[in-house]
């Protein structure tokens, strides 16, 4: 009888053991990965580089997360210089908000540059060393900045409906993203900074792509255009 008892016992310690073994916490849920071309399936049914594809991607950029006052302050840096840019427009009939845009990311704004390819050339009697090779020299940089916006790319366009300026400004940095090693990318030039470019893989230098080359130092020319127009600076022709 003692037995039995003992082994009773013996056998509700055994289960009050694992009873109060202390359970494992729950793991927390995986952050979901940062928003990007491939899960931006409003945007999938439009084929890449069409003006339809240009707008629908506008219409779906959104900043990235932490680089809220980086846009902002690449776009005040834009406005900032408005007047001269005003100045370009009316001599060339590019908008205002493009030439700014265009000189951000050739030269971050920087007046010595021209836009052709951020050269610091103006007033040094120089001519332009790198694609496109052999423009200027130039005195000031309106003089620049004209003959930069009276290229083929921008020269041209007689109606500055969105998709058709974006595709424009994408031609104006050159196609490597459409037709390039780059293809398998959205253009940093346009969407650096925002849910429609990745973070990494971009040109480093003219014909030269980098896979691993980070696309996140500077912000993309659409994404200013984006800012602008939610900061009530411009508002821009959509079909």
Same mark, same amino acid.
């Given at each position: 009888?003692?037995?039995?008892?003992?082994?009773?016992?013996?056998? /509700?310690?055994?289960?009050?053991?694992?009873?109060?073994?202390?359970?494992?916490?729950?793991?927390?849920?995986?952050?979901?990965? /940062?928003?990007?071309?491939?899960?931006?399936?409003?945007?999938? #049914?439009?084929?890449? %580089?069409?003006?339809?594809?240009?707008?629908?991607?506008?219409?779906? &950029?959104? $900043?990235?997360?932490?680089?809220?006052?980086?846009?902002?302050?690449?776009?005040?840096?834009?406005?900032? =210089?408005?007047?001269?840019?005003?100045?370009?427009?009316? +001599?060339?009939?590019?908008?205002?908000?493009? $030439?700014?845009?265009?000189?951000?990311?050739?030269?971050? &704004?920087?007046?010595?540059?021209?836009?052709?390819?951020?050269?610091?050339?103006? %007033?040094? =009697?120089?001519?332009?060393? $790198?694609?496109?090779?052999?423009?200027?020299? @130039?005195?000031?940089?309106?003089?620049?900045? $004209?003959?930069?916006?009276?290229?083929?790319?921008?020269? /041209?366009?007689?109606?500055?409906?969105? %998709?058709?300026?974006?595709?424009? &400004?994408?031609?104006?940095?050159?196609?490597?993203?459409?037709?390039?090693?780059?293809? +398998?990318?959205?253009?940093?030039?346009?969407?650096?900074?925002?849910?429609?470019?990745?973070?990494?893989?971009?040109?480093?230098?003219?014909?030269? @792509?980098? #896979?691993?080359?980070?696309?996140?130092?500077?912000?993309?020319?659409?994404?200013?255009?984006?800012?602008?127009?939610?900061?009530?600076?411009?508002?821009?022709?959509?079909?």
């Amino acid at each position: 009888m003692k037995f039995f008892e003992w082994l009773s016992n013996l056998i /509700k310690q055994f289960f009050a053991y694992f009873e109060n073994i202390p359970s494992k916490p729950e793991s927390k849920p995986k952050p979901l990965p /940062k928003p990007g071309p491939a899960d931006l399936k409003e945007l999938a #049914p439009f084929k890449k %580089g069409t003006l339809d594809w240009y707008r629908k991607a506008f219409e779906l &950029c959104r $900043i990235d997360a932490g680089y809220e006052s980086a846009v902002r302050a690449s776009t005040n840096l834009v406005l900032k =210089g408005k007047d001269r840019y005003l100045e370009v427009e009316r +001599a060339t009939g590019v908008p205002w908000f493009v $030439i700014g845009a265009i000189h951000f990311k050739e030269a971050t &704004c920087n007046w010595k540059s021209v836009l052709h390819n951020g050269e610091q050339i103006v %007033g040094t =009697g120089r001519k332009t060393t $790198i694609v496109p090779i052999g423009r200027g020299p @130039f005195d000031t940089w309106q003089e620049a900045a $004209i003959d930069a916006m009276k290229g083929e790319s921008l020269g /041209k366009i007689k109606d500055w409906e969105l %998709g058709a300026m974006l595709m424009a &400004c994408e031609k104006y940095n050159g196609w490597g993203y459409q037709t390039g090693a780059g293809k +398998a990318e959205n253009s940093p030039y346009l969407w650096a900074r925002s849910n429609i470019n990745d973070d990494f893989g971009k040109y480093v230098r003219d014909g030269v @792509f980098d #896979p691993n080359a980070t696309t996140q130092k500077t912000t993309g020319l659409a994404v200013i255009l984006k800012e602008l127009e939610l900061m009530g600076e411009i508002k821009l022709k959509k079909t």
